[in-house]
């Protein structure tokens, strides 16, 4: 069984940056990729960016694509979101997705697609 833990989450100004870490523990992560989706208060959760773990594919969000940059460790079985220029719109709790199977294009968005999820961190940005 794969557990996924995130950290980072604070609150922070707008236009400020942070970094927020996933481990994955339990088993070394051999999937197809790990990522994260974010859940803002009233509103559903949200695919955020992905990475494919062999070739280091990345995928955004039309709406954070230029400011948050995904990167994974796989010596360390972590992936990374840096995030800046940071805006209140980006208030939300981050989650972090692991998918063991591949998953095609068009159902990235998709929740359904990702096999396991940590328990989130909150990532506030004040204006």
């Known amino acids: 069984q794969l557990q996924l833990v995130e950290s980072g989450g604070r609150l922070v100004q707008a236009g400020d940056s942070l970094r927020l870490s996933c481990v994955a523990s339990?088993?070394?992560?051999?999937?197809?990729?790990m990522g994260w989706f974010r859940q803002a208060p009233g509103k559903e959760r949200e695919f955020v960016a992905v990475?494919?773990?062999?070739?280091?594919?990345?995928y955004y969000v039309p709406s954070v694509k230029g400011r948050f940059t995904i990167s994974r460790d796989k010596a360390k079985n972590t992936v990374l979101l840096q995030m800046s220029s940071l805006k209140p719109d980006d208030t939300a709790v981050y989650y972090c997705?692991?998918?063991?199977?591949?998953?095609?294009?068009?159902?990235?968005?998709?929740?359904?697609?990702?096999?396991?999820w940590g328990q989130g961190t909150q990532v506030t940005v004040s204006s």
């Open positions: 990475i494919s773990w062999c070739g280091g594919t990345e």
């Open positions: 339990g088993r070394t992560f051999s999937g197809w990729a």
């Open positions: 997705v692991a998918s063991t199977t591949v998953v095609y294009r068009e159902n990235l968005y998709s929740s359904l697609s990702y096999d396991y």
